[in-house]
């Protein structure tokens, strides 16, 4: 389990396709307390830590996984959102997140309101369902609230509002039009959504 609080940026530094695709992801934590077999949240993806380093780690990620996550996200270079996993008496300083992508949403605007920078996002209709104005909802693992949303025939749109410190903390710094997210819904309404479909249709 995670917060959706990222508590570090990391960097790609070698991307290598084996049976499934092995990333080394330079960080800034202290890897001498981190498991071999630990969780990482990468770019809100749970992934399983099977090297490390000084500096760096390394996970494999299959098929299934490249599928479901924003295309151009594992390049070598690129930035991941990092966080690791929620031990007993940390505080929850986000909301309940899994480390499981439900869907992907695009950027179709980044206005700056303020100080701080609107986001409106599209998603489909896999996800509409369970986004509710002032819900909770993570993007590339960072949790944000939701302000408005607006139904579409083949989904939704979505607005939620990055202040600076959170654009600062995280890669959504680079946030711009056409860019697609991962997106986790909040884990309270995939319940329900569970529940209403076994009353409904018995499966």
């Known amino acids: 389990m995670f917060t959706g609080i990222i508590t570090d940026i990391g960097r790609i530094e070698a991307a290598e396709q084996r049976g499934d695709l092995r990333l080394r992801i330079a960080c800034g934590y202290d890897m001498a307390g981190v498991d071999l077999g630990a969780s990482i949240a990468c770019s809100g993806v749970c992934l399983t830590v099977v090297d490390k380093s000084e500096g760096w780690f390394a996970v494999d990620l299959s098929a299934e996984t490249l ?7 594992w390049a070598e ?11 007993v008496g940390d505080e929850l300083g986000g909301h309940i997140v899994t480390g499981h992508v439900d869907g992907l949403g695009e950027i179709v605007s980044a206005e700056p309101v303020g100080d701080s920078t609107a986001l409106q996002i599209s998603a489909g209709a896999e996800i509409a369902p369970y986004v509710a104005s002032k819900g909770s909802i993570a993007l590339d693992g960072v949790s944000l609230t939701v302000n408005e949303i607006e139904q579409a025939a083949d989904g939704l749109f979505f607005s939620v509002n990055l202040i600076p410190h959170t654009a600062a903390q995280t890669t959504l710094d680079e946030a711009a039009v056409g860019r697609k997210l991962n997106i986790e ?5 995939r319940y329900i959504g569970r529940l209403i479909s076994v009353r409904d249709t018995g499966v």
């Open 67 to 73: 599928a479901r996550t924003a295309p151009g996200l």
């Open 185 to 189: 819904i909040d884990i309270l309404a």
């Open 77 to 87: 270079g690129g930035r991941v959102n990092l966080e690791r996993a929620l031990r």
